[in-house]
T-cell receptor, first 109, second 117 residues
Framework: AQRVTQPEKLLSVFKGAPVELKCNYSYSGSPELFWYVQYSRQRLQLLLRHISRESIKGFTADLNKGETSFHLKKPFAQEEDSAMYYCALSGRGSYIPTFGRGTSLIVHP | GAVVSQHPSWVICKSGTSVKIECRSLDFQATTMFWYRQFPKQSLMLMATSNEGSKATYEQGVEKDKFLINHASLTLSTLTVTSAHPEDSSFYIC?????????????FGDGTRLSIL
C-alpha cells in the first residue's frame, strides 16, 4: 500500500526565514512524488515533481529514497507563499495518486 | 494549458435531491479523471477513478450506487450524488490527467461545494 505522511498540519514562519515542509512516503516500488499547492480561494495546482528536478517559485524538493522523504524547501519564505501544500505519490504502473493530509504554511510579515 | 472546468461551483438543495457535478478538460483529452471529497481542514479523500468508456473504480467505503460516475467522453466526467442527505454535504473536487503515459500530474477543477439542507 502507498502512504504519504505530512507530519505538520501547520507551519508558521516569518518572512525571510527558511522553510521546510516535510513529506515521508511508504511505497514498495519506485514512486513518483509531487508537491501541489492551494492558495487561498484558488484551485489545487502542481508546484513541482521530483523527476523534473527544477525549482519553482524558489522551492525545491529532493527525493531521498534512503529516508523515503520528499521534503519541500525554500531558503527565504515570502508572504505570498502562504498556502496549503500537499505532497502526493503515484506508483510506477499505478497512476492513482495518494495525497498527504496537507500542511498549511503561514508566512508572517 | 491543461485547464479543468468544474460545474457548478456551489449547490444548495433539499434532502433527497440528486445532484450532478460536471468535470471537463477544456484543452486536453483525459483518459482518467479522479473525484475527491474534502472535509473542512482535512486532506483530499479519493472517492473514485473515472475511466473513459468503462466503469469507474471506487475506493473502499465509497458507495457506488450513491455516487454515480459517468465518463462518456475524453473530456467529460460527471459525478451524480443520488438522493443526497445532509451527511453528503462536502467539497467535491475533480482532477484530470493528460492522456498518455501514466503518472502525469493532476490538473484540478475549482471544486463544488455541496450543501444539503
Amino acid at each position: 500500500a502507498q502512504r504519504v505522511t505530512q507530519p505538520e498540519k501547520l507551519l508558521s514562519v516569518f518572512k525571510g526565514a527558511p522553510v521546510e515542509l516535510k513529506c515521508n512516503y511508504s511505497y514498495s516500488g519506485s514512486p513518483e512524488l509531487f508537491w501541489y499547492v492551494q492558495y487561498s480561494r484558488q484551485r489545487l495546482q502542481l508546484l513541482l515533481r521530483h523527476i523534473s528536478r527544477e525549482s519553482i517559485k524558489g522551492f525545491t524538493a529532493d527525493l531521498n529514497k534512503g529516508e523515503t522523504s520528499f521534503h519541500l524547501k525554500k531558503p527565504f519564505a515570502q508572504e505570498e507563499d502562504s498556502a496549503m501544500y500537499y505532497c502526493a505519490l503515484s506508483g510506477r504502473g499505478s497512476y492513482i495518486p495518494t495525497f498527504g493530509r496537507g500542511t498549511s504554511l503561514i508566512v508572517h510579515p | 494549458g491543461a485547464v479543468v472546468s468544474q460545474h457548478p461551483s456551489w449547490v444548495i438543495c433539499k434532502s433527497g435531491t440528486s445532484v450532478k457535478i460536471e468535470c471537463r478538460s477544456l484543452d486536453f483529452q483525459a483518459t482518467t479523471m479522479f473525484w475527491y471529497r474534502q472535509f473542512p481542514k482535512q486532506s483530499l479523500m479519493l472517492m473514485a477513478t473515472s475511466n473513459e468508456g468503462s466503469k469507474a473504480t471506487y475506493e473502499q467505503g465509497v458507495e457506488k450506487d450513491k455516487f454515480l460516475i459517468n465518463h462518456a467522453s475524453l473530456t467529460l466526467s460527471t459525478l451524480t450524488v443520488t438522493s443526497a442527505h445532509p451527511e453528503d454535504s462536502s467539497f467535491y473536487i475533480c482532477s484530470a490527467q493528460i492522456q498518455g503515459a501514466g503518472n502525469q500530474p493532476q490538473h484540478f477543477g475549482d471544486g463544488t461545494r455541496l450543501s444539503i439542507l
